[in-house]
């Protein structure tokens, strides 16, 4: 099997290469940085710039599927400039995918593409699965909305798409973790706000699982790529914390230190999302890390 990955130099791509040569699946990706193509029987590159509409068609060869991860990352300052490449960055690479499709003879018989809970809307108590209609209506929220209804047009070439709705994405390998273990470990660090806001996580070793899962199961509509266990952020500092054998001196950050130092990015660490898994377990997915201490244990094994 051959599988288009777009965004496959970024944290989850990678993982999901590194899955894809132990389970003998060849890839074809896209980059928008020529020099960085490689060409081998099992992995070819090829160029794009969906910014500019241009696109190496080759790139169809051989493949059965598309992985799309491409987007900007939304973990820099929000200048309005930037928002809008946030923006520009997941819908012009999608409708470019679906413009080529359209324009050239494929395989491609199902897509999958990145999506995130951010289309949720922040809640202490509400239990969101993939029916819920409570969305988020703040930046990040509708750039989701924008993105997915972007996704959506694969289904007029009569190509069934799957979204999987990622959470914050463990990794030993920068990420989200990275930022919150960085202040613990020069013992400055403390939960965010209230620290009762929920964090729907899950480690990228079952991200990438859960991707080609979607892939070989034929999935079709929205799943949430979480973990069945979400923590509050109070409780996932406080296991960094304990695991990492660093106290918590300091109290918890204000929120209005939050916002005056991050502006409206703050929304990202002050929201919260209790996000069900329970939509893609019962399709008999399963995962290697249920609970958080599991994941941390596997990240931090070396230490």
């Known amino acids: 099997m051959r599988i288009l990955i777009t965004g496959m130099t970024g944290l989850v791509g990678q993982e999901i290469r590194k899955l894809c040569k132990a389970m003998e699946v060849d890839i074809n990706y896209l980059s928008t940085r020529e020099n960085m193509l490689e060409d081998s029987s099992d992995c070819q590159g090829f160029y794009w710039n969906p910014a500019e509409g241009v696109i190496d068609h080759r790139c169809l060869n051989g493949a059965e599927a598309i992985i799309h991860l491409a987007g900007a990352n939304v973990a820099r300052k929000w200048t309005r400039s930037y928002k809008q490449e946030i923006i520009n960055s997941r819908v012009d690479s999608t409708k470019l995918l679906i413009d080529t499709l359209k324009n050239n003879q494929h395989s491609i018989q199902q897509v999958v593409s990145a999506s995130a809970i951010g289309i949720y809307r922040s809640s ?8 819920s209609n409570e969305l988020a209506d703040d930046f990040l929220g509708n750039v989701v909305k924008e993105w997915e209804a972007a996704v959506n047009g694969f289904k007029a070439l009569n190509i069934p798409v799957c979204k999987l709705r990622i959470g914050m994405v463990l990794s030993d390998d920068g990420g989200a973790l990275e930022k919150i273990v960085k202040p613990i470990r020069n013992y400055v660090g403390a939960p965010l706000g209230t620290g009762d806001q929920w964090q729907s996580w899950i480690h990228v070793i079952d ?36 695991h990492l054998g660093k106290p918590l001196i300091l109290p918890k950050v204000p929120e209005f230190a939050l916002k005056l130092g991050l502006g409206e990015m703050a929304n990202v660490v002050l929201a919260s999302q209790l996000v069900s898994a329970n939509k893609i377990k019962e399709e008999g997915f399963n995962f290697d890390f249920n609970d958080f201490k599991s994941a941390l244990q596997e990240i931090y094994a070396k230490e």
């Open 124 to 131: 202490l108590t509400k239990l969101h699965d993939e029916e």
């Open 207 to 242: 991200l990438a699982s859960m991707f080609l899962f979607a892939v070989q199961a034929d999935l079709d509509g929205v799943y949430n790529a979480v973990a069945p266990n979400p923590v509050t952020n109070k409780n996932m500092t406080q296991q960094i914390a304990e």
